[in-house]
């Protein structure tokens, strides 16, 4: 009879990618401030093969591989398949899908419908319990849902910062714990407006950043997309799908890669990222097809028109870890990979395709990205033979709405897209005192 696991806080150190020193984590280190050229920084796991928990762990099945300290309640792991309809459809023998959604059919249950979960659940272990501060989320939508539900679960407290014009993303299937607050940019705004204002918040002492791709836990929870598709297949893929508006899952996976090569037991192949953007809100596009490490000017008043145009405003980031040591640049280069480009109208096709083949919705990001693969397939720029991962990041909402009564988070203050810092401040240290 197998011995019963007990949990016990990951053992990791960090190292920084420009210069390779490694170092100890002070706790909620997002950087290597002895790093003289902008640079992420990774955590080296004292795991150095994966060994996975048991399915009840949840997204803690692979905390070997994840910088946590507890585990919180209500988390769920992505879910890896082999692909028929898909597959046959498209002529390709071994497609697989990792889902991140709400599905029980195949065992997908992430009530939030999409992969921030994976973050969210890994980001929030990593703080130390009954912590003094709050922690700060800006968000496009998905995120903020995933971290709002983690946090009210587990009594967090929490500030979010959202477009007011993405509120409708904030939907939940029960009212949320009043630990969680949400404050808004207003109508025209978009996610760098939101996190303009998140950092005006960040200016009281009482709030810290949660660090987005800065932050190890966040890339490491992305990871386990990764981790579940290569322990169900029995090897690193060839090429792995997914859209991106950061890029910081595709840097998560690139990770999980060299992790999995130093595991021994998968493969030695590097998979080739095949990232997406939205049309006609693609940068980081831009940026790669003219092989720029830095991103080239985008008018803010164009950037917030195409935003608006986008079906994934999830999508929507204008500033994103592209250019930096250990960013979306490096990842592409070193993977041979590339980023390409889906039309509105692709995407919709692609998520109606899926839906009548796979049996499930899927978000407009993952239509993005199905788009795409059906784009490469139908051009032959990849072997019908090779191993393919999917990541399908948000699925299952229709599914999930289905009969149920939503309930909608609503926003304290809804602030201009210029306001005051002292306002913002004094404003949002008054919601954890009333």
């Known amino acids: 009879m197998k011995q019963k696991t007990e949990f016990k806080p990951t053992e990791y150190t960090l190292e920084c990618v420009a210069t390779g020193r490694e170092f100890a984590d002070a706790g909620w280190t997002l950087d290597d401030r002895e790093s003289k050229s902008p640079s992420l920084i990774r955590a080296k796991y004292a795991a150095k093969q994966l060994d996975v928990k048991p399915e009840e762990w949840g997204l803690y099945k692979f905390c070997d591989w994840l910088p946590v300290k507890r585990m919180l309640r209500g988390s769920s792991a992505p879910v890896t398949y082999k692909s028929e309809g898909l597959a046959k459809s498209l002529g390709l023998e071994n497609l697989y899908i ?206 917030r028109r195409d935003v608006e145009i986008i079906d994934a405003k999830v999508l929507s980031n204008r500033k994103p870890p592209y250019g930096l040591r250990g960013g979306l640049y490096d990842a592409l280069k070193a993977t041979d990979g590339d980023i390409l480009v889906a039309t509105n109208t692709q995407a919709r096709k692609a998520r109606q395709l899926f839906k009548e083949l796979e049996g499930v919705d899927i978000h407009p990001a993952a239509g993005v990205a199905t788009a795409t693969l059906i784009k490469a397939v139908s051009e032959n720029k990849i072997d019908r033979k090779a191993t393919i991962m999917l990541n399908i990041t948000g699925a299952g909402e229709e599914l999930m709405k289905n009969g149920r009564e939503m309930w909608y988070l609503k926003p304290s203050h809804v602030f201009p897209l210029t306001p005051d810092a002292e306002d913002v401040v004094s404003k949002v240290e008054n919601l954890f005192t009333e």
């Open 98 to 303: 990792t889902l991140n959604g709400w599905f029980p059919e195949r065992g997908a249950a992430m009530k939030t419908c999409s992969f921030k979960e994976t973050e969210a659940y890994s980001v929030c272990a990593r703080a130390e319990e009954n912590a003094e501060r709050i922690l700060v989320v800006a968000s496009a939508g998905n995120t903020a849902r995933a971290f709002a539900k983690v946090c009210s679960d587990n009594k967090i407290k929490l500030l979010l910062s959202v477009p007011e014009d993405n509120l409708s993303a904030l939907w939940f299937d029960e009212p949320l714990d009043p630990c969680v607050k949400l404050i808004a940019s207003e109508k025209g705004g978009d996610y760098f407006d939101a996190i303009h204002l998140s950092n005006l918040a960040l200016k009281s002492p009482k709030f810290y950043a949660e660090g987005g791709a800065k932050n190890i836990a966040r890339r490491d929870g992305m990871a386990t997309t990764v981790l579940s598709a290569v322990t169900t297949i029995g090897r690193i893929p060839d090429y792995y799908f997914q859209a991106v508006g950061s890029g910081t899952g595709a840097i998560a996976a690139w990770e999980a890669n060299l992790r999995l090569i130093e595991d021994g037991r998968f493969g030695t192949n590097t998979m080739r990222l095949m990232v997406s953007q939205n049309a006609p809100f693609v940068p980081m596009y831009d940026a790669w097809r003219v092989d720029s490490r830095q991103m080239l000017p985008y008018d803010d008043d164009k950037a």
